[in-house]
Nanobody, 124 residues
């Protein structure tokens, strides 16, 4: 039984930083794809960042500010978020899928497992 558990969300002022964590239990293959998505009220869920043996990918809106990393020993994926903006406010979700990803990382229907989400609120 695969479970993804996010943590690290919170409220910060614009320009601040947060680090999200996603602990994957029951997930054993380090060649699989892990990603972060976010969803703001009234918006569709959108891809933020992805790490895979096929590469690391970022949404244009976060490139240069966010960094995704993975600790295979701890089976944990991190999202370091710097220079946060009010438009980054959303529920952030961790997602996982078997196998590597080479370019279609932002499609939500490619992912087989999702966490419950952690809220990030950025005030101006």
């Amino acid at each position: 039984q695969v479970q993804l558990l996010e943590s690290g969300g919170g409220s910060v002022q614009a320009g601040g930083s947060l680090r999200l964590s996603c602990a994957a239990s029951g997930w054993t293959d380090n060649s699989d794809t892990m990603a972060w998505f976010r969803q703001a009220p009234g918006n569709e869920r959108e891809g933020v960042a992805c790490t895979s043996t096929g590469g690391t990918f970022y949404a244009d809106s976060v490139r240069g500010r966010f960094t995704i990393s993975q600790d295979n020993a701890k089976k944990t994926v991190y999202l370091q978020m710097n220079s946060l903006k009010p438009e980054d406010t959303a529920m952030y979700y961790c997602a996982a899928r078997p196998g590597p990803t080479f370019g279609d990382w932002f499609f939500t229907d490619r992912y087989t497992h999702w966490g419950q989400g952690t809220q990030v609120t950025v005030s101006s």
